[in-house]
């Protein structure tokens, strides 16, 4: 498509008849149909965000910090003067367990018992 610069008058008024003749159209085809006609040089409207649902108001995020300002000062209260801070326990250390000889003996049998009845009721 060329410039509008470097058209004649009689093209402008061509086009612009065109362009009459366009509308005209589409507002015929929008009566035919019952909906409105989507012009082509139309621009689209920007999307509008959705405003966001929720959130908190100032007195509400109040009411939250005075309610755990008010935990923390009940939890200091109750610990020690001399203790503001808390020491960390020693870590536990599991006792490992050793099985004696004897142990070890009687599960073995136990075992070798159970697989021998297995085996058994297959045949």
Known sequence: MSSFNSLSVQ???QAANLKEQ?????????????SPA?????????AVKAPKKGGMSAAGK?????????????IKAAQ?????????AAPVVKKKFT????AKAK????AKA?????????K
């Open 99 to 102: 099985m004696s000889a004897a």
């Open 114 to 122: 159970r697989w021998a009845k297995v085996k058994a009721a297959k």
């Open 62 to 74: 109040a009411r939250i910090v005075a309610a755990q300002k008010a935990r923390w000062a009940k």
């Open 11 to 13: 093209q402008l008024r």
């Open 80 to 88: 020690p003067a001399g203790k503001a801070v808390v020491a960390k």
């Open 38 to 46: 989507t012009t082509i040089a139309a621009p689209k409207p920007a």
């Open 22 to 34: 366009i509308a005209g159209l589409e507002k015929q085809l929008s009566q035919l149909l019952g």
């Open 107 to 110: 599960i073995s049998a136990a």
